[in-house]
């Protein structure tokens, strides 16, 4: 179900019950039992004398659209609470909508990240998709995910990425997570769906971080700062330079010794490189140069 009308017309400043009504053409009564729907869906609706309000900092349309006049955005969907954003988005894009799509919401009562785990999403994160329809080949897709891992810590400005693309708190434990799913026919991508998770208080998993205890930030801000970066470095696909700069700038990987698991074994040593492709180059202790194109990584001593 589409977000309601007010949705698209509340903003961080108050609006008169009278105003937003006269925009929708419906009663003042009308527009007061919208803020009421949105309220119990979990939305940040506040109310004073001068009218309503999105609580500041939301990532609603009006406050992302003047913060990011971007081309990457196109249309956004912000909701109260979801089973999961990426779930709408590819709902979104099996149904036609255009490149630029971004889907939002307060909180996640399904989300997840990387190889079906669960990504606990309470209200007050940043929890977004955005739908991609590249045009380049799909040896460039994994690049993806690293130049949405550079954006995030550029428009943070905390912390650290550990490949392919986890967001780090300084003291290493995990800010945010990345994740791309993809429909491919032949050798075509259909579309692609790139969400992210951002904790700003941190969730109750150990472990888990958030940006609150290191920079105060707004998530709308945050979210336009993001898409800034990301357009630029999506932009140079599908040549890997750009991209893969801006991840080695923001890296905690490189150097390091860690432990990756994969698939398929467990590869250990340190890590020397990442390839045009993306992949993780790791030296083990035999002087074997291993090639990891997926897996998780473990940074053995962690940040230290």
């Known amino acids: 179900m589409p977000p309601l009308p007010l949705v698209y017309e509340l903003d961080e400043d108050y609006t008169s019950g009278e105003a937003l009504a006269a925009r929708l053409g419906v009663s003042r009564v009308a527009v007061h039992k919208q803020v009421k729907r949105l309220r119990a869906d979990g939305y940040p609706v506040e109310s004073g004398p001068l009218g309503y309000r999105f609580s500041p900092g939301a990532p609603a349309p009006r406050p992302l659209r003047r913060r990011y006049p971007g081309e990457l955005l196109k249309e956004v969907h912000y909701y109260g609470r979801v089973g999961s954003t990426q779930d709408l988005a590819r709902e979104l894009a099996l149904a036609g909508a255009a490149a630029g799509t971004l889907v939002t919401a307060e909180a996640q009562e399904a989300g997840r990240g990387r190889r079906g785990r669960e990504w606990l999403s309470p209200a007050g994160g940043l929890y977004f998709s955005l739908l991609l329809r590249p045009e380049w080949p799909l040896a460039a897709l994994p ?75 707004e998530r709308a801000g945050v979210l ?78 962690g940040l230290s």
Do not use: C, Q
């Open 224 to 301: 336009a700062r993001f898409l800034a970066a990301f357009e630029r470095l999506y932009d140079s696909l599908p040549e890997p330079g750009a991209v893969l700069e801006a991840w080695r700038a923001r890296n905690v990987t490189l150097g390091r010794e860690v432990r990756v698991v994969t698939p398929g074994k467990v590869v250990a040593g340190i890590a020397e490189a990442v390839e045009a492709d993306g992949a993780l180059v790791v030296k083990t202790s035999k002087r074997k140069r291993v090639r990891v194109t997926a897996g998780d990584v473990e940074l053995i001593g």
């Open 143 to 217: 690049l993806v995910s690293l130049a949405a891992a550079a954006a995030l810590a550029r428009a943070t400005g905390v912390g650290g990425l550990k490949w392919p693309n986890d967001l780090l708190a300084p003291d290493g434990r995990k800010l945010a997570g990345i994740l791309t799913e993809a429909e491919l026919v032949g050798e075509e991508v259909r579309y692609l769906v790139l969400g992210v998770g951002l904790n700003f208080a941190a969730p109750r998993v150990a472990g888990a971080a958030g940006l609150a205890e290191f920079a105060d930030r």
